[in-house]
Each structure stands twice: as structure tokens, then as C-alpha cells.
């Protein structure tokens, strides 16, 4: 037999059987015999990848890529392209610009090496 759940005003939720056949709408508080209301629980609401991403027309074949996650992943790394996560694009944004600075620091090595070797040296 099904459960339901119930609220009485004074005692609160409780669970009930109930009968498919029966009237299941209310039922009697075990605490004070004061017909309950049901309680109707909202259905749980899943939201699949693929609807989330929305179809798009790749920039490069101008093909349009169908809408999911999957297909926009295979489309990009089809181009050579990477998918960034969250966070992941401030990570990168540090990494160039450390590899950035390692190229200068060793421009600026090699400019005072060549000046040292002229008799240019510091
Ligand atoms: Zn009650």
C-alpha cells in the first residue's frame, strides 16, 4: 500500500496508507483525529544536458552543430579547439602570462649577455 503524506495544522506532517481506490485526499491526524490535508511533493525537476546547450552554427564549416554538450565538445575538438571549464580560462590567462614573463626574462638575458660580450656589460 502507498504511503502519503499528510499536515495537519496543530501536529504537523505525518504519513498515511492509503488505498488507490480510497479517497487519499485527507486523512485523519494519528494526534488529534482532525482530517489532514495532503501534501503534494513537486516532482523533482531534471534538466538534461541536452537541453540546456542550444544548437548552434559552427563558425567554421558553418554546419549547424546539433544542441548538447557532447556535440559541441566533438565539434570543437574536431577544429583543434579546447572546451574551457569554469575557472579554467583565469588559469590559462595566468599561464600565458608566465610564459609571457619567462620570454622576457630571457630576451633580457640574452640582450645582456650579447651587451657583456660587446663591452657593453652593466
Ligand atoms: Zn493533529
Redesign the pocket.
Known amino acids: 500500500m502507498p504511503t502519503y503524506d499528510y499536515r ?4 504537523g506532517r505525518f504519513e498515511a496508507f492509503g488505498r488507490m481506490k480510497d479517497d487519499t485526499r485527507e486523512a485523519p ?6 482530517p ?1 490535508g495532503k501534501v503534494f511533493l513537486r516532482p523533482t525537476m531534471i534538466v538534461s544536458e541536452e537541453r540546456i546547450y542550444t544548437p548552434y552554427e559552427c563558425p567554421v564549416t558553418g554546419k549547424m552543430i546539433g544542441g548538447s554538450r557532447r556535440a559541441h565538445e566533438e565539434n570543437l575538438k574536431r577544429h583543434g579547439c579546447h572546451v574551457y571549464e569554469a575557472g579554467e580560462t583565469r588559469d590559462e590567462e595566468r599561464r600565458r602570462e608566465d610564459n609571457f614573463n619567462a620570454q622576457i626574462d630571457k630576451a633580457m638575458e640574452a640582450v645582456d649577455k650579447t651587451a657583456g660580450e660587446l663591452g657593453y656589460g652593466v
Open positions: 495537519c495544522s496543530t501536529h491526524c494519528p494526534s488529534c483525529g482532525v489532514a
